[in-house]
């Protein structure tokens, strides 16, 4: 019988198990599909989380390029509020990574 070679083990499952896989950033993301462009405070208030762990969470979700900041950090002055929101596309995508490693695609 041939050796089954998970593709779970391969750098491109990385991604989006990194990105997807903590349960408060998947928490973030589903409250931000259904509700976009929310500040910190709203999304921690939301979800009844720390707001430092969900700026935490938002810094995480921002490498990867999952989520989008209006204005971005890089630009927003001292006290200006960010707004957050899903890059669709992007979620999108690592779904289907995920998807694809699980073997459902």
Do not use: C
């Not at 462009?37 to 999304?43: D, S």
Request: hydrophobic content about 40%; overall charge negative; glycine content about 6%.
């Amino acid at each position: 019988m041939p050796r089954y070679t998970s593709p779970a083990n391969s750098e491109y499952a990385e991604d989006p198990i990194r990105a997807l896989g903590n349960v408060m950033q998947a928490s973030i993301i589903g409250f931000l599909r259904k509700h976009p462009a929310q500040t910190r405070g709203e999304i921690a208030d939301a979800l009844e989380i720390p707001k430092l762990t969900v700026n935490n969470g938002l810094e995480k979700l921002l490498e990867v390029g999952l989520i989008v900041a209006d204005p971005p950090r890089d630009v927003a002055v001292r006290g200006q509020r960010i707004r957050y929101s899903v890059d669709d596309a992007q979620v999108t995508e690592m779904v289907m990574r995920l998807n694809q490693v699980l073997g459902e695609f």
